[in-house]
């Protein structure tokens, strides 16, 4: 078969492409022309073992690489897919688990918050029962376990570790008078199935007693049997306190008003005793077998005067002479008198402070009050002691006045007066300063002595608190007002006047009959020309149908209808010129206040002699 160039062409190396998806194939015949020339039916068998063979494995493996090809791309897709949705199911649980974080944070957050209001509730509570002195208590009936707060093992002065947390060990800290009033509230309560409320006292290891009001109501199962027994306790040791504080106050200051009218009672009898006993004096010869009894007489009347003082001192109806004084130069005055008085088996010690204030208060008075305690302290030590005197400066705050409820805070100046005697109960004590009441045997005391110190100390608008234990002594403290003023120098009386006679007229008022026989007798005795009124009304009456001058009136302050202060307010334009000297058994605030005499006012206490009365309606009317 011949050509041109077609044949040329057909013999040239063959180039042919075999292309698959994804690779590019050649294949290239290395036939020579002098093969073609065979037997066709060899040149065919040769054609395919040289070239169909390569050719269809290459295909078969083409093929094959294009199927794993696809494959692998399949499982790429497959598995881009799965990391897809691996991805979206990722996003979508850890979406989940921040939600579900997010809310157990905001649990947590809530429970510490919880827990933190909890404490500050508990923390509130505790506070409060701490302010309130209130705590509470739990009993399970069943178990017998006893739960108690702080604020209670406060009140019982134990810890936790130191109670059997039980009920019999509750009663075990009761004061022993009190156990069966509560171990009964607590039975019967049970019994009646009611809550019970009741007052009772604790004794304490330290042997301090506490009140308390104890609130208590049990719980029930179905069958009626008690489980659970809740209740209070509340301290009420500092109300009890001002409870015996207010009643002591208000039996003293009745106790007061009464010895206060007794003794203006008895100062009018005493007054006719006395003046009546000296006029008798006066008249008898000084040989005179008589003079004896009358001497008697006089002592005995000056010593229910004295008496009658001490109960007018204890019911602050005294008129005082107030000054600037020091209570150290007091003290060191009467040391060496204190010394003699109380006996070489007693020693006497002086605590003085170095800069103590000054108080405002009746010197006399003080000296009273010094001497008085000196002497309860002796006779309180029998077989010797020591007797301390100590003097310092305080400040009383509000913290002080609210257990003291009769004290008014700011600066004083405290004296103490402390023995090592026997010491007092608290029965003794609670009646201590009552008059009359005395420890001593028959005859050996007043009873006046403490009273006297109570009054003077309380009309100098002072305080005094008494600290005793049987076996352990006695402390007495005064605390006086302190003042920022100077020390008063001491002013000398007047000389008395060298007569005591006279001729001016003078009027006496006076409701008392047997007190106003007396004045009118005595004043007209020493020359005076005497009118007599038995009341304020009647007086003023005198005063104004009365046509001659009237020089002095000696009037009574307390009578019925018009007292002596009401009437000489009505002559001071009726009569300017007449001078007024007051007389009385005790005082009032009509002429006297806080036991200090007003300004101005002339007075003369029951009961005086005749040459007292005479001396002072004397020097009356001679001042200019």
């Not at 302290?377 to 257990?403: C, F, H, W």
């Not at 007002?481 to 006047?497: F, S």
């Not at 104004?544 to 009136?553: D, T």
């Amino acid at each position: 078969m011949k050509s041109s160039t077609g044949s040329s062409r057909a013999f040239e190396p063959s180039k042919a492409y075999v292309k698959s998806r994804e690779f590019n194939w050649k294949i290239v015949s290395r036939i020579t022309p002098a093969t073609l020339y065979e037997n066709p039916k060899r040149l065919l068998y040769k054609l395919f073992l040289w070239d169909g063979v390569p050719l269809v494995i290459f295909t078969v493996v083409s093929w094959l690489l294009s199927y794993a090809s696809i494959k692998r791309k399949l499982a790429e897709v497959a598995l881009h897919k799965a990391h897809d949705e691996l991805e979206i199911k990722v996003e979508e649980r850890t979406a989940d688990l921040t939600e579900a974080n997010v809310l157990l944070n905001q649990e947590i957050k809530e429970h510490k918050q919880t827990e933190e209001a909890l404490k500050e509730s508990e923390r509130r509570l505790s506070k409060a029962q701490r302010i309130a002195h209130i705590g509470n208590w739990e009993l399970n009936l069943i178990t017998n376990e006893l739960f108690w707060s702080d604020e209670v093992y406060r009140l019982f002065g134990l810890k936790p570790q130191q109670f059997g947390a039980s009920y019999e060990a509750f009663l075990d800290n009761i004061h022993p008078d009190d156990r069966d009033l509560v171990n009964k509230a607590y039975t019967d309560s049970l019994k009646n199935k009611i809550p019970y409320q009741i007052v009772h006292r604790l004794l304490l290891k330290d042997k301090t007693v506490k009140y308390v009001t104890e609130m208590c109501e049990t719980f029930y199962d179905d069958s009626g049997e008690p489980i659970l027994s809740v209740g209070t306790l509340q301290d009420i040791t500092e109300q009890k306190n001002l409870e015996a504080q207010l009643l002591q106050s208000q039996k003293m200051e009745a106790i007061g008003k009464l010895s206060g009218g007794v003794a203006h009672d008895f100062n009018n009898l005493l007054t006719s005793i006395t003046g009546n006993a000296e006029l008798l004096s006066m008249k008898l010869q000084k040989d005179s077998p008589l003079k004896e009894y009358v001497t008697e007489i006089s002592k005995a009347s000056d010593r229910a005067a004295s008496l009658t003082r001490q109960l007018l001192a204890f019911s602050r109806k005294q008129v005082l002479q107030p000054k600037v004084m020091s209570l150290n130069g007091a003290i060191l005055d009467m040391e060496k008198m204190l010394r003699r008085l109380i006996g070489e088996d007693i020693d006497l010690k002086t605590t003085l402070s170095d800069e103590l204030g000054n108080v405002e208060a009746d010197p006399g008075q003080v000296e009273q009050v010094i001497l008085n305690l000196c002497v309860n302290a002796r006779d309180a030590m029998p077989q010797g002691g020591k007797i301390t005197i100590e003097t310092a400066n305080v400040e009383l705050d509000e913290s002080y006045t609210r257990t003291h409820r009769t004290v008014i805070p700011g600066p004083y100046v405290m004296m103490a007066i402390s023995d090592d005697g026997s010491g007092m109960d608290k029965e003794t004590q609670s009646r201590i300063f009552d008059p009359f009441f005395t420890t001593k045997e028959r005859g050996k005391g007043t009873g006046l002595g403490l009273s006297t110190v109570y009054g003077i100390v309380k009309q100098s608008e002072g305080n005094i608190w008494l600290y005793s234990e049987p076996g352990q002594g006695t402390t007495f403290k005064i605390y006086l007002p302190r003042v920022e003023k100077l020390v008063e120098k001491i002013v000398k009386t007047k000389e008395p006047v060298k007569s005591l006679t006279g001729t001016e007229t003078v009027l006496v008022v006076e409701d008392d009959g047997m007190v106003r026989k007396l004045a009118h007798k005595v004043l007209k005795d020493y020359g005076y020309k005497v009118l007599v009124a038995e009341n304020g009304k009647e007086g003023l009456k005198i005063c104004e149908e009365n046509k001659g001058p009237i020089h002095l009136m000696l009037t009574d302050v307390v009578m019925p209808e018009m007292g002596g202060r009401k009437l000489a307010d009505h002559l001071k334009d009726l009569r300017p010129e007449i001078k007024v000297l007051y007389m009385s058994g005790y005082t009032d605030n009509t002429i006297v206040h806080h036991g200090i005499l007003d300004k101005g006012m002339n007075f003369i206490q029951k009961p005086f002699t005749p040459e007292t009365l005479a001396a002072k309606v004397r020097g009356m009317l001679e001042e200019k």
